[in-house]
């Protein structure tokens, strides 16, 4: 079972180690949790997912592309399966910062090579890649990575 605390522990550390962060964009955010706990800690959060019940919160009702007009100061994902690679991508191209917490591949890859790809993948396009650990059960790797540090 998921452990209950993890949107509460990644809104503490996204605000911890974003202090200048104001707007976030939250990739197949689920039913919005983690839009909710960054929302009580003060920022603007917008999420992305196809499920048509959600939470009160700002949601957007669509797959996140690259093409997403960027009007986030960062982009996350938690346990955002396939659209993981995405959030790097659009994180580099938009020169945002991003945090993502990987569950599982896109492409059947195990879970230490696919950490591992994620982190190469920001590094090959210009991005500071950095690995942290959240207090919590399950899958709790945490890839932060941004521009120029």
């Known amino acids: 079972m998921a452990d209950k605390r ?44 196809r499920r048509h019940k959600h939470l009160p919160v700002e949601y957007a009702l669509r797959d996140f592309t690259l093409d997403e007009p960027c009007t986030a100061d960062l982009v996350v994902g938690l346990h955002a399966d396939g659209a993981t690679r995405v959030i790097i991508e659009y994180a580099a191209k938009h020169s945002v910062p991003f945090a993502v917490v990987p569950c599982c591949s896109d492409n059947s890859m195990p879970y230490k090579p696919w950490m591992r790809h994620l982190a190469e993948l920001g590094t090959s396009l210009g991005l500071t890649v950095e690995e942290v650990e959240l207090p919590m059960e399950g899958r709790s790797r945490v890839l932060l990575g941004r521009r120029g540090t």
């Open 6 to 49: 993890r949107f509460d522990l990644l809104a503490d550390l996204l605000v911890s180690r974003f202090p200048e962060t104001k707007r976030v964009f939250d990739v197949a955010g689920g039913m919005g949790k983690l839009n909710e706990a960054l929302v009580a800690r003060g920022r603007s959060c917008l999420t992305f997912d």
